[in-house]
């Protein structure tokens, strides 16, 4: 049967000297197997031509160039097209967090069917996703965070830290009970590590607490998802999130949309 290769699509907002989002796309490459598709972002405050973005890329034949659609379907019909299984992102601060987020780049973020890795001005260059970090607060979607940790485990036998929320509420923890049940079933099917870390944080701060964790260290991934809820709100809510941890934190976020309908990746 006829494999399709799979992509990593890079969203280029500035051409960075230090190539950084570069790095962390050929580490995901050789993990997964895959190749790099790299575009302009659409949303970019200087439209980049296709000889800048080429010569940026001229030492990395891994990499090449796609021009994107302004189609309302995008970026959702690139990613089944090209079977694109991770979009790759270095945020712009100074245009990505504005109260107004019109034409802004979370808005492809948000309703991608597939997670996207977010990098900051803070993260470095070293990118091996060895060690993963996942918050477990008390939603039932937390679930999808361990479906993704899975790939990092089985591809890169990467070891997957577990920190659940501590709820009073026992419907709550009756939740994140379950979810660590899943966990440990799905998990030990596969031949990686896996540790589940002791916290007394609650659901709320359970994300922050993951980032202050001493085992993440500079190159790790954080897991995270957005929220259910559509609409402004949802991006305004979700964006202030994000800006908070890319500022504070310098680590990768892989960032899940609960209940979209996936492209999953496939082992190389």
């Not at 939603?139 to 485990?153: L, T, V």
Request: glycine letters at 2%; one cysteine or more.
């Amino acid at each position: 049967m006829y494999k399709k290769d799979q992509h990593i699509l890079i969203l280029i907002q500035n051409l960075n000297p230090n190539k950084n989002t570069l790095h962390h796309a050929l580490a995901l490459t050789k993990i997964f197997n895959a190749k790099i598709l790299i575009a302009s972002s659409p949303y970019s405050k200087k439209e980049l031509q296709q000889t800048e973005i080429e010569d940026y890329i001229s030492d990395t034949p891994e990499a090449s160039f796609i021009k994107l659609s302004q189609s309302d379907h995008e970026p959702n019909s690139c990613i089944e097209k090209l079977n694109i299984i991770f979009m790759l992102i270095q945020i712009d601060e100074k245009n990505d967090f504005k109260i107004f987020l019109k034409n802004n780049i979370f808005n492809w973020v948000l309703k991608a069917k597939i997670p996207t890795i977010l990098l900051g001005n803070k993260t470095s260059n070293k990118a091996d996703y060895s060690n993963i970090i996942i918050p477990i607060d008390h939603k039932k979607e937390s679930k999808e965070k361990m479906i993704w940790a899975s790939y990092f485990g089985r591809f890169n036998k990467a070891i997957i830290h577990l920190i659940p929320a501590q709820e009073k509420d026992d419907i709550y923890m009756k939740t994140i009970r379950n979810t660590l049940l899943f966990t440990k079933k799905m998990f030990t099917q596969f031949n990686f590590d896996y540790k589940i870390l002791k916290s007394e944080t609650s659901s709320k701060q359970i994300d922050e607490e993951a980032f202050k964790n001493p085992l993440t260290k500079e190159s790790d991934l954080v897991i995270l998802m957005t929220g259910k809820t559509q609409g402004v709100f949802f991006l305004r809510f979700n964006s202030k999130k994000i800006k908070h941890y890319i500022r504070n934190y310098p680590n990768p976020i892989l960032l899940i949309n609960p209940l979209k309908d996936y492209y999953l990746p496939c082992e190389g």
